[in-house]
């Protein structure tokens, strides 16, 4: 019941800008957990905004810490972020792509149908380090570089008919 009192006073705050708070309750929880398992391998699943392994919305959110970890205990952390293109709504399909920024379209216009499309950004991010790779330098692609810099990988689902995709 505690918990509980305490998610909802996070939410009722989110709505007012709260996102830290969301943030430090998610870490904390995990740190917890942690430990007391600290040998113990680990599966996160959390929205894109929580994966994330680097600043998000001001905070340093769970996909940090776990890289964190990671790091000091000489091991691998991976990060996936995930996007759909094609969603199924009753019974028709719709295409979401002009929901994506310009930088992100650069991905999303790989998605198949019936396939799943994966990028290995940690490579794209080693090319951009070592100058194989150039991104414009105005504000149209920063999306783009964001989600290269806070991702190992990009993951583009087929076509779902269950999820209806989080648009406002």
């Known amino acids: 019941i505690e918990d509980l009192k305490v998610s909802w006073d996070i939410y009722s705050r989110w709505r007012d800008d709260s996102h ?22 680990v599966f996160i699943k959390v929205g894109q905004v929580h994966a ?3 600043i998000s919305k001001g905070a340093y959110d769970i996909g940090h810490l776990a890289n964190e970890i ?8 991976t990060n996936i972020n995930s996007w759909t293109k094609y969603y199924l709504e009753d019974g028709e399909e719709e295409d979401y792509e002009d929901w994506y920024t310009r930088g992100e379209k650069l991905f999303i216009q790989f998605a198949k149908k ?3 499309t994966i990028f290995d950004l940690e490579a794209i ?3 951009i380090e070592n100058g194989k790779i ?5 504000g149209d692609f920063h999306s783009l570089y964001s989600m290269i810099q806070a991702f190992d990988y990009q993951l583009i689902l087929p076509r779902d008919q269950y999820i209806t995709p989080n648009i406002e």
Do not use: G, T, V
Request: glycine letters at 0%.
């Open 125 to 127: 991010r080693s090319d």
């Open 70 to 77: 990671a790091e000091k205990q000489n091991r691998k952390c």
């Open 20 to 41: 830290e708070d969301r943030i430090s309750y998610i870490r904390n929880n995990f740190m917890s957990y942690h430990q007391q398992n600290k040998d113990s391998k």
């Open 114 to 116: 019936d396939q799943w």
């Open 134 to 138: 150039k991104l414009p330098i105005n």
């Open 52 to 54: 994330s392994q680097i």
